[in-house]
């Protein structure tokens, strides 16, 4: 189904039921990942099987002596896929629809009782089932956190940024929390309406400086007024100014 710098995800069965095996690279070049790719998956599981929301990837379970992490199966490909598939048309309500789930997913994992960080949010990060219901997936670099206190992780010092979804917070070496998190989401919601990646077609750096100095992308005037307020609220340079 897909692959990336970890794994790859492959169709399975089981029990006459169709899911989804997230599987780490053991061998070859990837070897050197391996030790790296199995933390990462203990910590994926953890947090997945501790969540129980509609627009959140389900996990079934692990077997971690295979380096295997075993999920529903979402027959609709990614958000991102999606998205760059002009010949499917979307209309203003299915973006909006779209847009809500992928919020309303957020929103979960950023309540109190929840308190995690996603830390990678993006279109390509989000599945799709076959009636396009969302589900928020790849939890490789998320994090548990108490809000009263910093988040602290394993990988503190070396946070692996997706930059143009990048808060510009974490350019300047902070560890990513809710309101990073949330600056992402509004990247992520600007991609919907616009059926664009943000900052396309521009080098790294060109996106960083952009960032750093307060140039967002243009919304185009078809996006809804709502949705518009929203992501000009989500990626406000000041993290305390972004919604909660």
């Known amino acids: ?30 070897n050197m990942m391996s030790a790296a790719a199995a933390r990462m998956m203990r910590k994926e599981a953890l947090i997945l099987c501790s969540l129980n929301h509609p627009n959140i990837i389900r996990v079934f379970g692990t077997v971690p002596e295979k380096g295997w992490l075993v999920m529903e199966l979402c027959e609709g490909g990614s958000l991102d896929e999606l998205l760059r598939d002009h010949d ?16 309303t997913g957020v929103a979960y994992l950023h309540m109190k009782d929840v308190s995690i960080v ?10 799709l089932t076959k009636r396009r219901v969302v589900k928020l997936c790849d939890f490789g670099m998320a994090e548990a956190k108490n809000r009263s206190k910093t988040m602290t992780s394993a990988g503190a010092g070396r946070v692996a940024l997706t930059v143009a979804w990048s808060a510009p917070e974490l350019f300047k070496g902070k560890q990513k929390t809710f309101a990073s998190d949330v600056y992402a989401l509004g990247m992520t919601l600007w991609q919907i309406f616009e059926r664009q990646e943000p900052f396309s077609a521009m080098p790294e750096a060109a996106i960083v400086n952009q960032c750093l100095s307060g140039v967002r992308p243009d919304i185009s005037a ?17 993290p305390s100014s972004r919604p909660r």
């Open 1 to 30: 189904l897909g692959s990336g710098g970890y794994g790859a995800v492959y169709r399975g069965s089981f029990e006459g039921g169709k899911i989804a095996v997230k599987a780490m690279f053991e061998t070859g070049m990837n």
């Open 222 to 238: 078809a996006t809804p007024a709502t949705a518009k307020k929203l992501i000009a609220m989500s990626w406000a340079g000041n």
């Open 88 to 103: 499917v048309a979307l209309d203003s309500r299915e973006k909006a629809r779209l847009a809500k789930e992928t919020a």
């Open 118 to 127: 996603h830390g990678d949010m993006k279109a390509a990060n989000v599945l």
